[in-house]
């Protein structure tokens, strides 16, 4: 069993930074990819970002690229999401996952292929 606990959420205003956290516990951090989702207030829950387990691979959503950053540290079990330039439209729960099967990067963004979740953390973002 693995919990993933998330933390680093809170409130920013528009055009600020926040660094998510998520911790790996239990199982041996292994996960082949590590993702992270968000879900805002009535919308479905949306791919954000996956990397790899070396880190070589990383892949975003359209709407985030150029001011997300993915990034993990196996010796430290946590993975990494730094927010930049955030906008009102990124306020969501956001929710890491990790997969225990070789994912191929296109089918990071697939919520099929993760095997735990986080309990989620709140983003708000005021303009």
């Known amino acids: 069993q693995v919990q993933l606990v998330e933390s680093g ?3 920013v205003q528009a055009g600020g ?5 998520c911790a790996a516990s ?3 951090f292994s996960a082949y990819v590590l993702g992270w989702f968000r879900q805002a ?3 479905e829950r949306e791919f954000v970002s996956g990397i790899s387990w070396s880190g070589s691979s990383t892949v975003y959503a359209d709407s985030v690229k150029g001011r997300f950053t993915i990034s993990r540290d196996n010796a430290k079990n946590t993975v990494y999401l730094q ?3 955030l906008k009102p439209e990124d306020t969501a729960v956001y929710y890491c996952a990790s997969s225990y099967v ?3 990067s296109s089918n990071y963004y697939s919520e099929q292929g993760y095997n735990y979740w986080g309990q989620g ?3 708000t973002v005021s303009s």
């Open 17 to 21: 930074s926040l660094r998510l956290s």
């Open 83 to 85: 927010m930049n330039s």
């Open 121 to 123: 953390t709140q983003v």
């Open 26 to 28: 239990g199982r041996t």
């Open 41 to 43: 207030p009535g919308k």
């Open 9 to 11: 959420g809170g409130l």
């Open 102 to 104: 070789p994912l191929h």
